[in-house]
Nanobody
Framework: QVQLVESGGGSVQDGGSLRVSCTAS????????LGWFRQAPEKEREFVAA????????AYADSVKGRFTISRDIGKNTVYLQMNRLKPEDTAVYYC????????????WGQGTQVTVQG
């Protein structure tokens, strides 16, 4: 199993930037795909981005493509989500998640971190 701890987030003006981080601990961290989800008030949790072990193995939701970048520091077991050109509709609690390589279900979740974009 792996444990996830998020950091970062906060409040920013429309068009601003923020970075959230997620540090994983446990066994065989490199075998887990790490990703970010978000949940806005009264909305369903939605996928944002994910990254596998290699730096080219990334995926993004259409709503964030070109604005958000996910990256992974293997040595630090940390995944970052750099969020640029933020919009008020990006306001949500952002959750780090992990799933075992080759599986479909995200089975491990962080506690979440709030991102607020003021219009």
């Amino acid at each position: 199993q792996v444990q996830l701890v998020e950091s970062g987030g906060g409040s920013v003006q429309d068009g601003g930037s923020l970075r959230v981080s997620c540090t994983a601990s446990g066994r065989a961290v490199s075998n887990w795909i790490l990703g970010w989800f978000r949940q806005a008030p009264e909305k369903e949790r939605e996928f944002v981005a994910a990254i596998a072990y290699g730096p080219t193995s990334t995926a993004y939701a259409d709503s964030v493509k070109g604005r958000f970048t996910i990256s992974r520091d293997i040595g630090k077991n940390t995944v970052y989500l750099q969020m640029n050109r933020l919009k008020p509709e990006d306001t949500a609690v952002y959750y780090c998640a992990a799933k075992w390589r080759g599986t479909q279900e995200w089975t491990v979740w962080g506690q979440g971190t709030q991102v607020t974009v003021q219009g």
